[in-house]
């Protein structure tokens, strides 16, 4: 059973817009969540995190939004940019838990 | 700074053969994780060590064993390769599980097994 819920899988966006990649879980004892980024043959990066206690975290064009309560969260690529296309992947985990459940990744394409 | 280190980068297997992939980190970290990556699915945890002499099953285990060398190295060992192992495998390392720190992967290795 998949613990965090991704989408969508892919996503195409003209350069200088807005994408939005969005992720579920059930789990309420998750309390970290990261965003993690991949470009072709490389390994993922860490490129944001949030913990629930904030509903939103900003870290130049990149943006978390959390909502507790319907346990969602997302990332926000304002002015995206053509090296922006990568795949994406959520993912969460507990402070008292043994992993991170990872999504099932998004792949971004931005057309310049 | 090396970081994660994975050998090989990629290799073709025929079906029964073993292998084992290598990792190394240089950073210190307590706690190794081997992961595969399959077209979507994600990333899905296969073994993790939380310290040196501990290992710890994770989501997809089966046909796989580990083996934490030392603090630095975590290997990876298929005994009877099968297609279905197929894979992109990352190696990655942090300092503690579970909290808000930083995974941090290798370059992976392609896998192709006939």
């Known amino acids: 059973q998949q613990q965090v819920k991704q989408s969508p899988q892919s996503l195409i966006v003209q350069k200088g817009g807005i994408s939005i990649i969005n992720c579920a879980y059930e789990?309420?004892?998750?309390?970290?969540f990261p965003w993690y980024q991949q470009f072709p043959g490389k390994g993922p990066a860490l490129l944001i995190a949030?913990?629930?206690?904030?509903s939103e975290k900003k870290e130049g064009r990149f943006t978390i939004s959390f909502n507790k309560s319907a346990k969602q969260f997302s990332l926000h690529i304002m002015d995206s940019q053509p090296g922006d296309s990568a795949t994406y992947f959520c993912?969460?985990?507990?402070?008292?838990?043994?992993?991170?459940?990872f999504g099932t990744g998004t792949s971004l394409t931005v057309i310049p | 700074n090396a970081g994660v280190t994975q050998t090989p980068k990629f290799q073709v297997l025929k079906t029964g053969q073993s292998m084992t992939l290598q990792c190394a980190q240089d950073?210190?970290?307590?706690?190794m994780y081997w992961y595969r990556q399959d077209p979507g699915m994600g990333l899905r945890l296969i073994y993790y060590?939380?310290?040196?002499?501990?290992?710890d099953k994770g989501e997809v285990p089966n046909g796989y064993n580990v083996s934490r060398l030392n603090k630095r190295e975590f290997s990876l060992r298929l005994e009877s390769a099968a297609p279905s192992q197929t894979s992109v495998y990352f190696c990655?390392?942090?300092?503690?599980?579970?909290?808000?720190?930083?995974?941090?992967f290798g370059q992976g290795t392609r896998l192709t097994v006939v």
């Open positions: 990655a390392s942090s300092e503690l599980w579970g909290i808000d720190t930083e995974a941090f």
């Open positions: 789990n309420t004892a998750f309390d970290y």
């Open positions: 949030i913990r629930p206690d904030v």
């Open positions: 993912a969460a985990s507990s402070y008292t838990g043994n992993q991170f459940y």
């Open positions: 950073m210190n970290h307590n706690s």
């Open positions: 060590s939380a310290s040196e002499g501990t290992t």
